[in-house]
């Protein structure tokens, strides 16, 4: 039963006569033996039986917690009907319901309160006679669109490694999906009864940081080596951590640097079929969080490169967000942010919207924009009439 219990190991109707005879399992399966394709069929029938996303979202994650080959085997099977299940965009909801769909562990947690005992959790970690290659972790405040959601957050390690083991052939029993419960400033989450993490406000500041020093440190002495990646980290704490551990241990943000990554590829491609130079596009980004700074400075790195000057490559970026474009008298700006942020005679005579901002139309219209990137959740904000601009 513990071998049958065990999703890394568990065949379930796949063992053989001889596994059966010698593993103690005649009985406890049905007598007849299938292949894999043949419980890749049932795997199916079962996930399309589910009528919602959700539905099917909580079954993939039960067979994963049941029989983690064929989890993978389906998945690679129906890989473009599968990924947005198991995860964008129908994570998001995972997130949101993290405590009322929980079955079983996955994963580490590991709470403010026992910040004295961080080695001691991750010593406590599943499979710890297996080296990690990968830590994947959030505090869950910025979680995709739908902001703080807790230690529901940990929906998105788990998902992002799980791509990581089918996309990128990582073991999975070498990943390990973390989540920091700092608290929550989410009250829908504090006023529910079956929210499972910390009932307090978030911990900022410098005790946040020394909180998130501790773990580091943990995880440099426990799991040396491995890969340490921060997922959606709220954009004032999200530059500063990958700025204050980059050099000491092999880490990366893959809000920042993995979606910058992406964009510039793109970007390099499009611009041969273009015929046209990166150092000749004027790019203006909707969105102005931690990825599309991280995309700006990645791309401003390749203009460079390609021959401009830091000065004359920051001046090719306009950079709107939900309260129009970055302006150097907006209050609030991050320090990342600013460095994008236009000077007002920029602007001087170009149309305003009634709250007195340059809005996104203008910007493209006014600066004759060849590149558009999106990087906000503004749901229908490219509309027909500015794709065509």
Not at 288 to 297: C, F, Y
């Amino acid at each position: 039963m513990q071998l049958l219990q065990s999703p890394a190991w568990n065949k379930g109707t796949a063992f053989t006569a001889a596994e059966r005879a010698r593993l103690g399992l005649h009985g406890l399966l049905p007598h007849q033996i299938e292949t894999i394709d043949d419980q890749l069929v049932r795997a199916y029938e079962a996930h399309l039986a589910k009528r919602t996303p959700l539905g099917r979202h909580i079954q993939l994650r039960a067979l994963q917690d049941t029989n983690e080959i064929l989890f993978y085997r389906l998945l690679l099977a129906h890989i473009e009907e599968m990924l947005p299940i198991v995860y964008t965009p129908v994570v998001a909801e995972a997130c949101q319901q993290f405590s009322h769909i929980y079955r079983r562990p996955r994963g580490l947690f590991i709470p403010y309160d026992m910040r004295d005992s961080i080695p001691e959790l991750l010593r406590n970690r599943p499979n710890p006679e297996v080296d990690v290659d990968v830590v994947v972790v959030t505090d869950g405040e910025r979680v995709l669109g739908i902001g703080d959601q807790g230690v529901g957050g940990l929906g998105i390690p788990i998902g992002k490694l799980t791509l990581y083991t089918l996309i990128g052939g990582v073991p999975p029993a070498r990943t390990l999906p973390i989540v920091l419960d700092v608290g929550t400033n989410n009250a829908e989450l504090l006023d529910d009864p079956q929210y499972f993490g910390s009932r307090q406000k978030r911990v900022s500041g410098e005790a946040y940081f020394a909180f998130v020093d501790r773990f580091v440190e943990a995880v440099k002495q426990e799991l040396p080596g491995t890969l340490l990646q921060w997922e959606d980290f709220a954009t004032p704490n999200a530059r500063p951590l990958l700025n204050r551990y980059r050099d000491s241990l092999l880490t990366f943000n893959d809000d920042i640097q993995g979606t910058a990554a992406v964009a510039l590829g793109a970007l390099l491609a499009a611009t041969r079929v273009a015929g046209k130079g990166l150092h000749e596009q004027t790019i203006v980004f909707l969105g102005a969080g931690s990825a599309a700074i991280g995309v700006a400075d990645t791309l401003r790195a390749a203009m460079v490169a390609d021959g401009l000057t830091d000065a004359e490559a920051r001046r090719r970026f306009w950079i709107v967000d939900v309260d129009g474009l970055l302006l150097h008298t907006r209050a609030g700006l991050t320090a990342e942010q600013r460095v994008y942020a236009r000077a007002a005679e920029d602007v001087a005579g170009w149309p305003r919207t009634h709250r007195g901002e340059v809005g996104l139309a203008d910007v493209i219209t006014s600066v004759g924009a060849t590149v558009l990137i999106g990087l906000s959740t503004a749901a229908g904000a490219f509309t027909e009439a500015i794709i065509r601009e």
